[in-house]
């Protein structure tokens, strides 16, 4: 098995909890993952986003 892609899916498991909101500490916790690492993944979520042409979701207040 590819275990970045395994460690990304977990990410995603985390982060589709629609009430909570993350902090990169609390997903690397979370994960028993560097922050490091959390942070490169959500920035590759990221810019993958945005590659494709979507649209990030807009926060409202």
Do not use: N
Request: charged share 20%.
């Amino acid at each position: 098995m590819i275990q970045s892609l395994l460690r990304a899916l977990e990410l995603l498991e985390y982060l589709k909890e629609p009430a909570h909101d993350y902090t990169i500490a609390e997903l690397a916790d979370a994960l028993q993952l560097p922050r490091s690492t959390v942070h490169r993944m959500l920035q590759t979520f990221c810019e993958s986003v945005s590659w494709s042409g979507m649209s990030s979701p807009t926060p409202t207040s």
